[in-house]
């Protein structure tokens, strides 16, 4: 619940809808947590979104998405958190925010759960999403050891170190994802 909740606060400002949807899906993986563990300050929480949810529908009222639009507003904001840490990656300029920009977008793939009736997520995003979590690691690794991060995935990088990888990459990740204005 916690890197939902988060998210939610850093974004609450700039993108309040964004914000809701993390805290729609921060109740929704609370919900399963307080039935599986029935822990008082889950269960704290989970009533604290409560009520939170209801007073952002209460001020976002008319900004609420159809159903439909739910999952193509949230998957373009989180592409446009991928791009940004992508490009800064790709340019050789990574740096601690660009770690923390790979791992928010990582959760924000992770709340389009929430629109899928199988709760799971396309295999393009399921592809961004496993990109990025081991972007934000890998740079962060670097980081934490005084190393200038390698950029690009690890297919660039074990071509540059001449290793064949065991598993290349998907040709999707290699593709410029879609521009958004």
Not at 49 to 71: I, R, S, V, Y
Not at 85 to 96: I, P, Q
Request: charge should be neutral; hydrophobic fraction near 35%.
């Amino acid at each position: 619940m916690n890197p939902y909740i988060k998210h939610a606060q850093q974004v609450e400002k700039h993108v309040p809808l964004i914000s809701y949807y993390c805290r729609l899906f921060a109740l929704e993986k609370g919900i399963e947590i307080v039935k599986q563990t029935n822990d008082a300050e889950d269960k704290k929480t989970v009533f604290q979104l409560m009520n939170q949810l209801e007073a952002d529908k209460k001020t976002l009222g008319p900004l609420l998405l159809k159903e439909e639009n739910k999952f193509e507003f949230v998957k373009n904001f989180a592409l446009k958190v991928f791009d940004l840490a992508d490009k800064e990656d790709l340019s050789g300029k990574a740096n601690r925010e660009t770690a923390k920009n790979f791992l928010a977008a990582t959760i924000f793939f992770e709340i389009l759960k929430q629109f899928s009736s199988t709760k799971e997520l396309p295999e393009e995003i399921t592809q961004r999403q496993n990109y990025a979590k081991w972007k934000a690691s890998d740079i962060s690794a670097c980081l934490r050891k005084g190393v200038t991060p390698k950029s690009g995935g690890p297919e660039q990088q074990t071509q540059e170190n001449n290793v064949i990888p065991n598993e290349p990459l998907q040709s999707t990740l290699n593709s410029q994802p879609p521009q958004f204005n």
